[in-house]
């Protein structure tokens, strides 16, 4: 009789003691009518949570791709023309040697010219007055997921220090052996005119690269 009971009483692996239950075959009905409530409760919550999970396509950390905003934005600046800027309105860069989407740009490099980025699988709307296709690419090196201009890898620079400046423009650099030299990203495309670049005369340099432009 006790293996019957608890057979008949078992739920969600849990068992009902014979204290909790009045003598009585209508107590009897009326605990099984409440396990069955019990259980169908706990089906809908599940339910519901599993629903939940499988709305969103975000990854941790990430946002679902609806929610996903204008990372870069057009701006005019003094002497280059319309180009883009980043939401922190810092000016974006390309180097010519990624002109065909491969990412060069690693190791010390990243300590001074910051890729532009979005979360993995994001949708990222074309801003207001750019003309150009916007992508990503994904950098093997970190693993990161880097927005694009017309296939060409986005960056700001770490010398640019207030928005609008662009110090980065027509400079050149090297980094592990490879030379890069830099533009502002415009917005029609064309090579951006070196006028308001605001490059001191004569150059700097600073660890791991030198300009030359």
């Known amino acids: 009789m006790m293996a019957e009971y608890r057979a008949a009483h078992r739920h969600g692996g849990r068992v009902l003691r014979p204290w ?5 075959r209508g107590a009897e009905r009326r605990v099984v009518a409440g396990l069955a409530a ?6 809908l919550a599940a339910c519901g949570s599993a629903s939940s999970r499988s709305g969103s396509n975000a990854g941790p950390g990430q946002q679902p791709n609806a929610a996903q905003g204008s990372v870069v934005f057009a701006r005019k600046l003094n002497g280059i023309g319309t180009a883009l800027v980043n939401h922190a309105g810092k000016t974006v860069y390309t180097p010519a040697q990624e002109a065909r989407g ?9 300590s001074f010219w ?3 980025t979005v979360a993995s699988g994001a949708t990222v709307p074309a801003p207001r007055g750019v003309a150009g296709r916007l992508g990503t690419i ?7 997921t880097q927005l694009t201009y017309n296939g060409k890898p986005l960056y700001t620079f770490r010398l640019d220090q207030r928005p609008g400046q662009a110090q980065g423009n027509a400079f050149s650099d090297q980094f592990g ?3 890069f030299t830099w533009h502002v990203v415009t917005t029609s495309g064309a090579p ?7 490059n001191p005369a004569g150059g700097y340099s ?5 300009s030359g432009y």
Do not use: N
């Not at 994904?138 to 990161?144: C, I």
């Not at 951006?192 to 605001?198: D, E, H, L, P």
């Open 20 to 24: 909790c239950i009045e003598p009585g």
């Open 138 to 144: 994904h950098r093997a090196d970190d693993g990161l």
């Open 114 to 116: 910051f890729p532009v």
């Open 38 to 43: 019990v259980a169908a409760a706990g089906l």
């Open 192 to 198: 951006a005119s070196t006028a308001g670049s605001g």
């Open 177 to 179: 052996g490879v030379s």
């Open 102 to 110: 491969k990412i060069m740009c690693t190791g010390q490099c990243l």
């Open 206 to 210: 600073y660890p791991g690269g030198s």
